[in-house]
């Protein structure tokens, strides 16, 4: 069995007059986990690095430009049954605009959204919602000891 890290996740968040909100996409019916919500995900092409990876995943999936970008304290990992693989996924923090435009690609069918509360409801894998967790802690409690490292833009 390998250990393979060629994917990301980036999870995209605005703030709101009562916290901060956390961009969820729906997959599309034709897409692998049809009906499935998430947030940003994508493979990280060669010579790419992660983060490199995580905005431009964002820009293609979103049409959104982060102002500020994080390295989460997560690393998130799946098994594939199929080709026998645990896949390590680095995760990231975006803070976009409140008023941005959404433009979503045709891997999703629709978007909303969600204060971190609800997330738990919404997302099928704990690793997502862990980092959805570190993130709002981070930004609402101002938990400085997460040593959440920001990637200059």
């Not at 979103?62 to 199929?82: A, D, K």
């Not at 605009?97 to 099928?124: Q, R, T």
């Amino acid at each position: 069995m390998k250990i393979i890290s060629n994917m990301v996740e980036a999870h995209v968040f605005r703030e709101s007059n009562d916290g901060i909100e956390f961009l969820l996409l729906k997959r599309a019916e034709k897409e692998i986990y049809p009906g499935l919500w998430q947030m940003v995900t994508g493979k990280i092409k060669k010579k790419e690095k992660a983060f490199e990876a995580a905005l431009r995943e964002i820009k293609e999936e979103t049409g959104l430009i982060p102002s500020n970008l994080w390295v989460i304290p997560n690393v998130n990992l799946f098994y594939s049954h199929e080709k026998d693989y645990i896949s390590l996924l680095p995760v990231f923090a975006a803070k976009v605009d409140g008023d941005s435009e959404i433009k979503i690609c045709k891997e999703h069918c629709e978007y909303k959204w969600v204060k971190p509360a609800a997330i738990k409801l919404l997302f099928a894998w704990p690793g997502q919602v862990q980092s959805v967790d570190i993130t709002s802690e981070y930004f609402l409690n101002k938990r400085n000891f997460l040593n959440m490292i920001e990637i200059n833009l």
